[in-house]
């Protein structure tokens, strides 16, 4: 009995070490925070070019300061569709002031990036480089990517971006798995202006604190969680996670968080035309600028 009792009182404490960060900060209250940069992920390609600019004046009108977007181009054909849908897209984001973080996945091939980069490179605030590089597989089916593979893509990406002298942010985002890879983002930040962690299940978001402690700890820059979202056709159990992530997020002094996604074919990730899209606009209203 007493080797029973003195088991479960260890039991108990360590996962109350565990999860104490998320009680205290989830519980605790911040405040405004006018700093706080609420962004959103547009899959602007997934539209019609005719309702680009509606769709980023809706997103700005919630309040939102920050669009996420994929590298969208066609450097073989200057007049090809997705070209126009992007000159679209920045046309609006420059009328309505709003900020655009490009994500560059892994696998983004030199040429597109190039004639990204030299045709609207002059309009992004924020570029991430590599997505989630510590899980990310080589061309090898079920191979990740060795550290040496990760560092060399990482300097190709990171000197195309730089040799144009944009006036960006520079990160790169990743998953709670680097605790398994901590020499990745400990190599990588020592370019970076911030780092970005990605956020999706709830058992994640119970444990978010400690990755983003640690992650801070061992990158000694500031943290942005750069993906965050629930693919679930339940619009309340949706509208809850995302509004006690910004809570804690929020709570704990962060950078921003940018939430996915605004709209997404394929899955219930978006949150256009659901409760949670008034809920988080509420919340920034009463929480933000």
């Known amino acids: 009995m007493k080797n029973l009792v003195i088991t479960g009182s260890c039991m108990v404490l360590i996962v109350f070490q565990i999860f104490f960060p998320y009680l205290y900060y989830s519980s605790h209250s911040g405040g405004r925070n006018a700093e706080f940069n609420m962004g959103i992920h547009y899959v602007y390609d997934q539209d019609p070019l005719g309702q680009i600019y509606g769709n980023v004046s809706r997103i700005q009108s919630l309040g939102f300061k920050t669009i996420r977007i994929y590298l ?82 990482f300097e190709l990406v990171y000197d195309m971006v730089k040799q144009r002298q944009l006036a960006v942010q520079l990160y790169t985002n990743f998953e709670p798995g680097f605790i398994l890879r901590t020499s990745i983002p400990i190599q990588l930040s020592k370019k970076l202006d911030f780092v970005g962690l990605d956020i999706y299940m709830e058992s994640l978001l119970l444990m978010s604190p400690n990755f983003i402690q640690l992650l801070q700890r061992i990158t000694g820059k500031d943290v942005m969680i750069t993906e965050f979202g629930m693919s679930t056709s339940d619009d309340v159990a949706q509208g809850n996670f995302l509004i006690q992530g910004l809570n804690l997020f929020s709570n704990m002094g962060l950078k921003g968080c940018w939430i996915a996604y605004w709209n997404a074919a394929g899955s219930h990730y978006g949150i256009r035309g659901r409760p949670a899209e008034q809920r988080v606009g509420d919340w920034i209203a009463q929480n933000t600028a």
């Open 72 to 153: 969208q181009c066609d450097p073989n054909d200057a007049n090809a569709y997705i070209n126009r849908q992007t000159d679209e897209f920045f046309n609006a984001t420059q009328q309505f002031g709003v900020a655009v973080a490009l994500g560059i996945l892994n696998h983004e091939s030199p040429e597109r990036l190039q004639y990204f980069l030299d045709h609207w490179g002059g309009y992004l605030k924020y570029v991430q480089i590599l997505n989630e590089p510590e899980l990310s597989q080589s061309w090898d089916v079920g191979a990740l990517f060795t550290d040496d593979e990760i560092f060399s893509k």
